[in-house]
């Protein structure tokens, strides 16, 4: 009597061992995957000790429920900021299937239209469509596809870049006395290339030159 | 007799299709999230039809989840 006893306890035993190292083994696993989703790892620990209590056996099911069909924190913010044309250098490469359709309309195709009146009775127009290599505005005749004349002695040769890069256009200030203005500010050559995309008129020198669309 | 076995089998395995219908619902009910829990990550769905095996399955789930890298990206460790 007293070995069966001995093996019926041994059995329990062994079975109750092998429950606890289960148990401790999902824990840490559900622990691990809480954290891969972006929530603090203890989440999960909680909601498998809540499977052991067994009272509560019903809502360690309906958390892998909630968990399932709820926003995670590593999917971001809801309204993730849309980025247009290249990913900033350094941004972390993700699979299509984690990169969200944009949720507005898209970008204007349309090209730019700079117009405007010289000083001496002329007139230029220009129309900047979305290219690779840059536009150069310059006082002096055009010689290569991309240079936009603007013959006046205000300004330089050359004077400014157009840059168009995924429907924007950027202009660039390449250091002239003469000194270019969008919408009235100063444009220096430190700022760099500035988005002039809803800009209405830049200057160059004494040329006011009209943005418009084309 | 033969009666007897009759009826003893016939129980039989219809307790056998109760148990496997209802081990098809449980299953079910642990399927249909791990599945979207799957996709999420970036694995196949069909990796939540491990539910069905028994006694291991869940626990084969779980471990693909928490020790390989999710294909569609992790939250970073320290936090954000």
Known sequence: MGVEVAALMGFFGLTSAFALVAAIFAAWMAWRIVEKAGFPGWTGLAAIVLTLTGVASIVPLVLLWVFAFMRWPRDGAPSAPLAYGAAPAGAPVRSPAALAPPSVALADRRGWRLSGSLPNGGGVAFVVHDTATPYVLTGAPATQPGDLSVPDPSVGQPHACLLTAASRLGLEDLGTPGGTFIDGARLLPEHGPRDISAARSIRLGSVELTLTRA | ?80
């Open chain 2, 1 to 80: 007799m033969s009666y007897l076995i009759a009826w003893v089998l016939g129980l039989g395995s219809l307790a056998l299709l109760a148990l496997a219908i209802g081990h098809l619902l449980v299953a079910l009910v642990l399927i249909i999230p791990t599945w979207r829990i799957c996709t999420r990550a970036g694995f196949s769905g069909a990796l939540s039809l491990f539910h069905l095996v028994p006694v291991i399955g869940s626990f084969i789930v779980m471990a693909v989840l928490a020790f390989s890298p999710w294909p569609a990206g992790e939250a970073s460790p320290g936090g954000r």
